[in-house]
Protein backbone atom coordinates (compact mmCIF):
# COMPACT_ATOMS: atom_id res chain seq x y z
CA UNK A 1 0.00 0.00 0.00
CA UNK A 2 0.76 3.73 -0.06
CA UNK A 3 3.36 4.99 2.37
CA UNK A 4 4.17 8.80 2.72
CA UNK A 5 7.10 9.88 4.72
CA UNK A 6 7.62 13.57 5.60
CA UNK A 7 10.86 15.77 6.47
CA UNK A 8 12.05 17.25 8.59
CA UNK A 9 9.46 16.68 11.86
CA UNK A 10 10.51 19.77 13.33
CA UNK A 11 11.47 22.82 11.34
CA UNK A 12 12.34 26.32 13.16
CA UNK A 13 12.75 29.91 11.57
CA UNK A 14 13.03 33.49 11.88
CA UNK A 15 9.99 35.34 11.03
CA UNK A 16 10.61 36.57 7.20
CA UNK A 17 12.10 33.92 6.15
CA UNK A 18 10.91 30.80 3.75
CA UNK A 19 10.22 27.12 4.86
CA UNK A 20 10.11 23.69 2.85
CA UNK A 21 8.63 20.83 4.08
CA UNK A 22 9.62 17.84 1.61
CA UNK A 23 7.41 14.52 1.46
CA UNK A 24 8.08 11.43 -0.65
CA UNK A 25 5.61 8.72 -1.48
CA UNK A 26 5.62 5.59 -2.62
CA UNK A 27 2.94 4.51 -4.62
CA UNK A 28 2.78 5.67 -8.13
CA UNK A 29 -0.44 5.46 -8.77
CA UNK A 30 -1.40 8.36 -6.52
CA UNK A 31 -2.66 10.95 -8.01
CA UNK A 32 -3.97 13.77 -5.27
CA UNK A 33 -1.84 15.70 -2.82
CA UNK A 34 -3.27 17.57 0.10
CA UNK A 35 -1.35 19.28 2.51
CA UNK A 36 -3.12 20.27 6.09
CA UNK A 37 -1.81 22.64 9.03
CA UNK A 38 -3.02 21.56 12.06
CA UNK A 39 -3.31 24.23 14.97
CA UNK A 40 -3.10 22.74 19.13
CA UNK A 41 -6.66 21.83 20.33
CA UNK A 42 -7.88 21.90 16.54
CA UNK A 43 -8.73 19.61 13.77
CA UNK A 44 -6.49 19.86 10.25
CA UNK A 45 -7.39 22.37 7.86
CA UNK A 46 -6.79 21.85 4.12
CA UNK A 47 -3.87 24.71 3.21
CA UNK A 48 -3.75 23.96 -0.75
CA UNK A 49 -3.64 20.47 -2.71
CA UNK A 50 -2.44 19.78 -6.10
CA UNK A 51 -2.98 16.61 -8.53
CA UNK A 52 -0.76 14.96 -10.94
CA UNK A 53 -1.46 16.67 -13.84
CA UNK A 54 0.21 19.29 -12.38
CA UNK A 55 3.49 20.76 -11.73
CA UNK A 56 3.12 23.30 -9.11
CA UNK A 57 0.32 25.62 -7.59
CA UNK A 58 0.60 28.72 -5.51
CA UNK A 59 -1.58 30.39 -3.65
CA UNK A 60 -0.85 33.59 -2.03
CA UNK A 61 2.58 32.85 0.49
CA UNK A 62 2.21 29.09 -0.33
CA UNK A 63 3.07 27.05 -3.12
CA UNK A 64 3.21 23.28 -3.02
CA UNK A 65 5.49 21.47 -6.54
CA UNK A 66 5.12 17.87 -7.53
CA UNK A 67 7.97 15.65 -8.91
CA UNK A 68 6.11 12.31 -10.15
CA UNK A 69 9.39 10.83 -11.80
CA UNK A 70 10.62 10.97 -8.26
CA UNK A 71 7.55 10.57 -6.27
CA UNK A 72 8.02 13.75 -4.08
CA UNK A 73 5.82 16.82 -3.31
CA UNK A 74 7.43 19.64 -1.11
CA UNK A 75 5.18 22.51 0.41
CA UNK A 76 6.68 25.92 0.36
CA UNK A 77 5.95 29.02 2.69
CA UNK A 78 7.01 32.49 2.13
CA UNK A 79 7.71 35.63 4.36
CA UNK A 80 6.50 33.29 7.11
CA UNK A 81 4.71 35.07 10.54
CA UNK A 82 4.46 33.85 13.61
CA UNK A 83 0.46 32.55 12.77
CA UNK A 84 2.05 30.03 10.72
CA UNK A 85 3.28 27.99 13.90
CA UNK A 86 1.32 24.70 13.64
CA UNK A 87 1.74 21.02 12.54
CA UNK A 88 1.75 20.68 8.72
CA UNK A 89 1.16 17.40 7.41
CA UNK A 90 0.99 15.92 3.68
CA UNK A 91 -1.05 13.41 1.99
CA UNK A 92 -0.83 11.07 -0.64
CA UNK A 93 -4.33 9.19 -2.38
CA UNK A 94 -5.27 7.52 -5.12
CA UNK A 95 -8.22 9.66 -6.70
CA UNK A 96 -10.36 6.57 -7.00
CA UNK A 97 -14.00 6.51 -5.68
CA UNK A 98 -13.31 6.09 -1.85
CA UNK A 99 -9.67 6.54 -1.73
CA UNK A 100 -8.11 6.65 1.25
CA UNK A 101 -6.01 9.67 2.67
CA UNK A 102 -2.55 8.35 3.82
CA UNK A 103 -0.93 10.95 5.88
CA UNK A 104 3.13 11.46 6.43
CA UNK A 105 3.82 11.84 9.77
CA UNK A 106 4.08 15.79 10.35
CA UNK A 107 6.39 18.74 10.29
CA UNK A 108 6.02 20.93 13.45
CA UNK A 109 6.78 24.14 11.85
CA UNK A 110 7.81 26.90 15.37
CA UNK A 111 8.47 30.66 12.97
CA UNK A 112 10.55 33.02 15.71
CA UNK A 113 9.35 36.56 15.42
CA UNK B 1 -22.44 27.16 7.00
CA UNK B 2 -21.72 25.75 10.41
CA UNK B 3 -18.54 23.19 10.21
CA UNK B 4 -18.05 19.99 11.16
CA UNK B 5 -19.09 19.00 14.76
CA UNK B 6 -18.07 15.78 16.99
CA UNK B 7 -19.65 14.93 20.33
CA UNK B 8 -18.43 14.31 22.65
CA UNK B 9 -15.09 16.40 22.34
CA UNK B 10 -13.64 14.36 25.20
CA UNK B 11 -14.65 10.79 26.60
CA UNK B 12 -12.85 8.22 29.25
CA UNK B 13 -13.08 4.79 29.21
CA UNK B 14 -12.11 1.80 30.96
CA UNK B 15 -10.58 -1.16 29.25
CA UNK B 16 -12.77 -3.36 27.97
CA UNK B 17 -15.81 -0.72 27.74
CA UNK B 18 -17.26 0.14 24.56
CA UNK B 19 -17.69 3.70 23.21
CA UNK B 20 -19.64 5.49 20.12
CA UNK B 21 -18.69 8.79 18.73
CA UNK B 22 -20.55 11.04 16.59
CA UNK B 23 -20.38 13.24 13.40
CA UNK B 24 -22.10 15.81 11.91
CA UNK B 25 -20.91 16.84 8.66
CA UNK B 26 -20.82 20.05 6.67
CA UNK B 27 -24.97 20.64 5.53
CA UNK B 28 -24.62 19.46 2.21
CA UNK B 29 -21.89 16.56 2.38
CA UNK B 30 -22.07 13.26 1.42
CA UNK B 31 -18.89 11.77 2.15
CA UNK B 32 -17.64 10.98 6.01
CA UNK B 33 -14.29 9.54 7.13
CA UNK B 34 -12.86 8.77 10.03
CA UNK B 35 -9.51 9.20 11.64
CA UNK B 36 -7.37 8.00 14.26
CA UNK B 37 -4.49 10.33 15.89
CA UNK B 38 -1.53 9.47 17.81
CA UNK B 39 1.78 10.84 18.93
CA UNK B 40 3.05 7.55 17.65
CA UNK B 41 1.27 6.58 14.64
CA UNK B 42 0.14 9.67 13.35
CA UNK B 43 -2.92 10.47 11.56
CA UNK B 44 -4.55 6.60 10.39
CA UNK B 45 -7.56 6.44 8.32
CA UNK B 46 -10.11 4.23 9.79
CA UNK B 47 -13.33 4.44 7.24
CA UNK B 48 -15.54 6.51 4.71
CA UNK B 49 -18.77 6.29 4.26
CA UNK B 50 -21.24 7.77 1.59
CA UNK B 51 -24.64 7.60 1.32
CA UNK B 52 -25.34 4.98 4.37
CA UNK B 53 -21.97 2.75 2.65
CA UNK B 54 -19.11 2.39 3.74
CA UNK B 55 -16.61 2.33 1.06
CA UNK B 56 -13.14 2.17 1.99
CA UNK B 57 -11.75 0.45 5.22
CA UNK B 58 -8.25 1.36 6.44
CA UNK B 59 -6.66 -1.45 8.72
CA UNK B 60 -8.00 -1.52 11.77
CA UNK B 61 -9.32 -4.24 13.66
CA UNK B 62 -13.13 -5.25 13.90
CA UNK B 63 -13.66 -3.74 17.02
CA UNK B 64 -13.59 -0.46 15.24
CA UNK B 65 -16.79 0.10 13.30
CA UNK B 66 -19.31 2.33 11.29
CA UNK B 67 -22.28 3.86 10.06
CA UNK B 68 -23.70 6.55 8.27
CA UNK B 69 -27.21 7.68 8.52
CA UNK B 70 -29.57 9.24 5.75
CA UNK B 71 -29.17 12.10 6.97
CA UNK B 72 -25.39 11.99 6.38
CA UNK B 73 -24.62 12.01 9.80
CA UNK B 74 -21.82 9.32 10.92
CA UNK B 75 -21.33 7.56 14.38
CA UNK B 76 -18.11 5.46 14.76
CA UNK B 77 -18.28 2.57 17.84
CA UNK B 78 -15.18 0.74 19.16
CA UNK B 79 -15.63 -2.17 21.50
CA UNK B 80 -13.93 -4.04 23.78
CA UNK B 81 -11.84 -0.90 24.19
CA UNK B 82 -8.10 -1.29 24.68
CA UNK B 83 -5.35 1.24 26.32
CA UNK B 84 -3.91 1.55 22.35
CA UNK B 85 -7.38 3.48 21.30
CA UNK B 86 -6.24 6.39 23.67
CA UNK B 87 -6.42 8.99 20.46
CA UNK B 88 -7.90 11.69 18.86
CA UNK B 89 -10.62 10.90 16.58
CA UNK B 90 -11.34 13.29 13.76
CA UNK B 91 -14.28 13.25 11.29
CA UNK B 92 -13.85 14.61 7.68
CA UNK B 93 -16.53 15.52 5.83
CA UNK B 94 -16.82 16.44 2.01
CA UNK B 95 -19.33 16.62 -0.82
CA UNK B 96 -18.35 13.57 -2.87
CA UNK B 97 -15.09 11.62 -1.94
CA UNK B 98 -12.17 11.66 0.04
CA UNK B 99 -10.16 14.21 -3.30
CA UNK B 100 -12.64 16.86 -2.79
CA UNK B 101 -11.63 19.50 -0.17
CA UNK B 102 -12.00 17.58 3.21
CA UNK B 103 -12.89 19.83 6.01
CA UNK B 104 -11.99 18.10 9.93
CA UNK B 105 -13.93 18.70 12.88
CA UNK B 106 -12.32 19.51 16.48
CA UNK B 107 -12.29 15.44 17.42
CA UNK B 108 -12.96 13.51 19.80
CA UNK B 109 -10.42 13.06 22.84
CA UNK B 110 -10.61 9.46 24.35
CA UNK B 111 -8.76 8.80 26.81
CA UNK B 112 -8.56 4.74 27.75
CA UNK B 113 -7.76 3.74 31.75
Known amino acids: GENVEQHPSTLSVQEGDSAVIKCTYS??????FPWYKQELGKGPQLIID?????GEKKDQRIAVTLNKTAKHFSLHITETQPEDSAVYFCAATLYNQGGKLIFGQGTELSVKP | KAGVTQTPRYLIKTRGQQVTLSCSPI?????VSWYQQTPGQGLQFLFE???????NKGNFPGRFSGRQFSNSRSEMNVSTLELGDSALYLC????????????FGPGTRLTVL
Open chain 1, 50 to 54: IRSNV
Open chain 2, 92 to 103: ASSSRDITDTQY
Open chain 1, 27 to 32: DSASNY
Open chain 2, 49 to 55: YFSETQR
Open chain 2, 27 to 31: SGHRS
